[in-house]
């Protein structure tokens, strides 16, 4: 079978909070036609960014274009979990045309592009194009050099700290298997920050990647898909610093689920999670809860001391109005310090 006749996926990548979600969402709503489905992959021990996405009222959009796989990593699972979501699509009566795979923001890239080649899909599917989301922001204030949590953590676990920041790895990972670099959140940047960003971005590729600034992960689809890069094919150009199975596993990080009671306003809730998120070694928060006297559910995220919040759906007739946070941090994280500022407001 040519590639002509496989379905080509994008696959999304990026750090944690970068905009990978919202850029998913920007796609289904100007799909102009084109039959999309999502492989959403969340690392934790709930996922919501499939739950964000399938509560988006995008014309177009049913539940079954929304494959939800919220066990950590995809390539470590690929029999069990993979490969059988992508045949549940592949087989549909009308399947899709274009499968966009959404990884988790500690996800390392390529072990899932070389996953690609499994026997069960090579013949069916095709990488169109990795597309790696920056948040400029974050990465401006120096949120991936010399994390003093993330050497604490690595001190914790091994007296030698003459490595790199798992961090680092991770973020430096996900831009050398790119074929396109989207450097989001710009208007949020000072001109010299983009600059600075930039050429941060430029020391770490190998090879002439292109680099494109954007503001709520708002381009045109025609840029992102339809790249043909059959990057299963091209491993050998897209090095990492994890090649080995047994290097791509999560144990640098942990996460936990914590219940919260309903809030009396959005901004009561915020202040927890600021406050949660100042505990060593937190690295997100996200989740949603109910608001007194509110019909919709509050979503709020959390990456470093910037908290996000919005009303994303109502509440679902029969639907448990309970609250649900998912803190991401690095193994070892404070998780007491983390639920009595949750629980604490």
């Known amino acids: 079978m040519s590639d002509i006749t496989k379905i080509p996926c994008t696959i999304i990548t990026g750090f944690l909070g970068a905009g990978k979600t919202t850029l998913v969402r920007h796609l289904l709503e100007n799909a102009g036609g084109r039959r999309l489905a999502v492989l959403v992959n969340e690392f934790g021990d709930l996922g919501f960014d499939g739950s964000f996405i399938e509560g988006c009222g995008i014309e177009g959009c049913t539940q079954e274009d929304i494959v939800e796989l919220p066990n950590g990593c995809l390539c470590c699972t690929v029999a069990d979990d993979f490969v059988p979501a992508l045949n549940a699509l592949l087989n549909r009566p009308n399947p899709p045309e274009h499968i966009l795979i959404e990884t988790s923001g500690l996800a390392l890239p390529k072990p899932l592009v070389r ?3 499994w026997p069960d899909i090579r013949s069916r ?6 597309i790696a989301v920056v948040d400029g922001p974050a990465v401006a204030s120096g949120a991936f050099a010399e994390d003093p949590n993330a050497l604490e953590a690595q001190r914790a ?3 030698s700290v003459d490595h790199e920041n798992p961090l680092e790895e991770v973020f430096e990972d996900q831009l ?3 074929d396109l670099i989207l450097l989001n ?28 600034e954007t503001a709520h992960s708002k381009v045109d689809p025609a840029v992102l898909l339809g790249l043909s890069a059959a990057a299963e094919a091209d ?14 596993d ?17 901004e009561a809730l915020v202040a927890r999670v600021e406050r949660a998120a100042q505990a060593a070694g937190v690295l997100r928060i996200k989740g949603f809860a109910p608001v007194d006297g509110k019909p919709m559910r509050l979503v ?21 109005q309970d609250g649900r946070m998912v803190v991401i941090g690095l193994k070892g994280f404070d998780v007491k310090a983390v639920e009595a500022a949750l629980h604490n407001g």
């Not at 599917?125 to 990795?130: I, K, N, R």
């Not at 491993?235 to 791509?248: I, V």
């Not at 999560?250 to 959005?266: L, M, Q, R």
Request: charged share 25%; proline share 5%; aromatic share 6%.
């Open 250 to 266: 999560h144990d640098d990080f942990e996460s936990i689920a914590i219940s919260v009671a309903p809030v009396a306003t959005p």
């Open 176 to 178: 050398l298997c790119a």
């Open 157 to 159: 676990a091994d007296t």
């Open 125 to 130: 599917v095709t990488v169109d194009g990795v």
């Open 115 to 117: 996953a690609f080649n």
């Open 300 to 320: 709020v995220q959390g990456v470093g001391q910037r908290v996000a919040y919005h009303f994303d759906r109502p509440w679902k007739a029969g639907e448990a």
């Open 185 to 212: 959140k710009t208007d949020q940047m000072a001109a010299d920050d983009k600059t600075t960003v930039l050429a941060e971005i430029n020391e770490h590729l190998p090879r002439a990647v292109k680099v494109i």
């Open 235 to 248: 491993l050998d150009a897209r090095p990492s610093h994890h090649e080995t199975a047994e290097d791509h």
